[in-house]
């Protein structure tokens, strides 16, 4: 990535701003997986080290714009920053006017930015006033890099001084090498509910993998698309065609593409009526919520053969134990392989954590979308403009 990062300039006594992503799950005021909060640790304990004035900025949810709900308050985070710095951090309450600083030493969080009129606009006014904050803006916030809002954006490109933090330059390092210098063969795994989503990210990684597996409701068009009945499973009867030809591209570049040869269907999401089945025998009052052992092994075998593996999106509904042998099969398999393994997304990142194995792959990515974005090809709107900064 080219951008000036945080080891190339002096932090000494400065006044900084840090663009984190602190859009962690809260439920009932209680912060249910902070992998993300830990992620940006080395970046503001650094801040400290140098007696930084810090102001800390992130989004919690998505609320409407100008209106303050307390569901999606960044307060719990404050204090669980705390506790994971081992310092004070002093919470700033909604405030349309920005009006806070900072003292060396001292760490300040700024409520939910998404509360501020202007912010998912990229409001050059807002993003001034968001960078006049402090004398350096550092975006460490990957997992929202790929939004244009003005904290990732034009908060970038009117600070004194724009940076990227560790974790920016890690998560871009890890995605340029899918991209650029992946060791072969290269194997991509895609789960997720819809086709609409992924279809570009898909045609672009067939034009550098060597194996991908779908999975999810992504999997269930495609078993569509080859005409197997899917009941009532959740399909894009509109990216069918996308799919065939998608299906198409892989068998001319001799790319692997298998799919379920059996499943674990369902009445209902709760479970009603589970059985396992085979791709031909799904009735039409069923739906697919994970895949079974002989696909399981299957898959297995197939990435045994990888020396990358990028994986984004869950195998099943791992949420309910009833469908989760899918995922945690695959979780184990990687855990396992003789590959460099990025797990990458939300959803895989917590399921490998709850199936404690995250400590086996090589690298856990904080940002789905962003990443997916770089592997669709895309320049992300806080690394273009990062790098604009680089070269001014």
Partial sequence: MK??????IDLKN??????????????????????????????????IENNCAIIITSHLGRPEEGVFEEKFSLAPVAIHLAELLNHPVRFHPYDPDLNVSAKNGEVVLLENLRFLKGEKKNS?????????????????????????HASTESAIRQAKIAVAGPLMCAEMDAATKILCAPTRPLYA??????????????????????GLIVAGGIANTFLLAQGHNVGKSLVEEDFVEDA????????????????????????????TGKRITTINDIKDDEAIFDIG???????????????TIVWNGPLGVFENPAFENGTKYMAESLSQANAYTIVCGGDCVAAVEVFNM???????????????????????????????????
Avoid: W
């Fill in 293 to 307: 052992q002989k696909t399981c092994e299957k898959y297995a075998e197939i990435l045994g053969k990888a020396k």
């Fill in 244 to 271: 065939k030809r998608l299906i198409s591209i892989a068998k001319e570049r001799n790319i692997d593409l298998p799919l379920p040869s059996d499943i674990i269907v369902a009445k209902d999401i709760d479970g």
């Fill in 14 to 47: 400065k006044s900084v701003v840090i663009r984190c992503d602190l859009n962690i799950p809260i439920k009932n005021g209680i912060i249910t997986n902070d992998k993300r909060i830990r992620a940006v640790i080395p970046c503001i304990k650094n801040a």
């Fill in 124 to 148: 050059p006014e807002l993003g001034a006033k968001l960078a006049s904050l402090g004398e350096i803006y550092i975006m460490d916030a990957f997992g929202a890099a790929h939004r244009a």
């Fill in 3 to 8: 951008a000036i990062e945080t080891t190339n």
């Fill in 358 to 392: 995250h400590q086996d792959m090589d690298y856990l990515s904080t940002g789905g979308g962003a990443f997916l974005e770089v592997l669709e090809g895309k320049t992300l709107p806080a690394v273009a403009a990062l790098a604009d900064r680089a070269e001014a």
């Fill in 189 to 210: 795994i895609i789960g997720g509910s819809k086709v609409s989503t992924k279809a570009s990210v898909l045609e672009n990684l067939l034009n550098s993998i060597d």
